[in-house]
């Protein structure tokens, strides 16, 4: 099976600041890669598909990048809104796999 | 509008089994493929398996193997999920969540609609 190794597990930054966050594979999964964010008590939303495509309605502020074994998360500005937990997923096969998740808060 | 919604909250014995159900409805049914992904209290999210009701062959995360067994009914636009043998560790929210048929054969799998999620408890 392919594992998603996500970093870091959690991060404090300030409102305004740029937040990176990574996901390696233990494998080539090409651009198979989606983003969620989750906020507590809530399902999981979906944010980027396909390593780096916004999902209609999300804001310019998040983004993806990133192709075969290493892919980045980025906010490009913190917002009080953004406080939740966010996961890769890769789709390579028939099967799926989740990222450990990574919890971002405010500073 | 798409929409998935499950079935209530159960609180289930150590050893005996839980049936989940995802109704669909705002789109078709035999166009989805459903997912089901579970997250233990405090921790990730876990894929356990997938069904395309329209072939109704299931998929399952290897872990899950010979405990799970997830099903479709196309008359009911329903999906279930069923586990069996169950430990506290079970103990999670399951949530169903679709990918779209056409997207994925074409190369782009996404989980674009979920279910509001379902709590199993198991506990003696």
């Known amino acids: 099976d392919i594992q998603l190794t996500q970093s870091p597990s959690s991060l404090s930054a300030s409102v305004g600041d740029r937040v990176t966050i990574t996901c390696q594979a233990s494998q080539d999964i090409s651009n198979y890669l989606n983003w969620y964010q989750q906020k507590p008590g809530k399902a999981p939303m979906l944010l980027i598909y396909?390593?780096?495509t916004l999902k209609a309605g999300v804001p310019s502020r998040f983004s993806g990048s990133g192709s075969g074994t290493d892919f980045t998360f980025t906010i490009s500005s913190l917002q009080p809104e953004d406080i939740a937990t966010y996961y890769c997923?890769?789709?390579?096969?028939?099967?799926?796999?989740f990222g450990g998740g990574t919890k971002v808060e405010i500073k | 509008q798409v929409l998935l919604v499950q079935s209530g909250a159960e609180v289930k014995k150590p050893g005996s089994s839980v049936k989940v159900a995802c109704k669909a409805s705002g789109g078709t049914f035999s166009t989805y493929i459903v997912n089901w992904v579970r997250q233990a209290p405090g921790q990730g999210l876990e894929w356990m398996g997938r069904?395309?009701?329209?072939?109704?062959?299931?998929t399952y995360e290897q872990k899950f193997q010979g405990r799970v067994t997830i099903t479709a009914d196309t008359s009911t636009s329903t999906a279930y999920m069923e586990l069996s043998s169950l430990r506290s560790e079970d103990t999670a929210v399951y949530y169903c969540?679709?990918?779209?048929?056409?997207?994925?054969?074409?190369?782009?799998?996404?989980?674009?609609?979920w279910g509001q999620g379902t709590l199993v408890t198991v506990s003696s």
């Open positions: 969540a679709r990918e779209f048929l056409e997207y994925c054969s074409s190369g782009s799998c996404y989980f674009d609609y």
């Open positions: 396909d390593a780096s």
């Open positions: 069904i395309m009701p329209r072939l109704g062959i299931p």
């Open positions: 997923q890769q789709y390579d096969n028939l099967l799926r796999t």
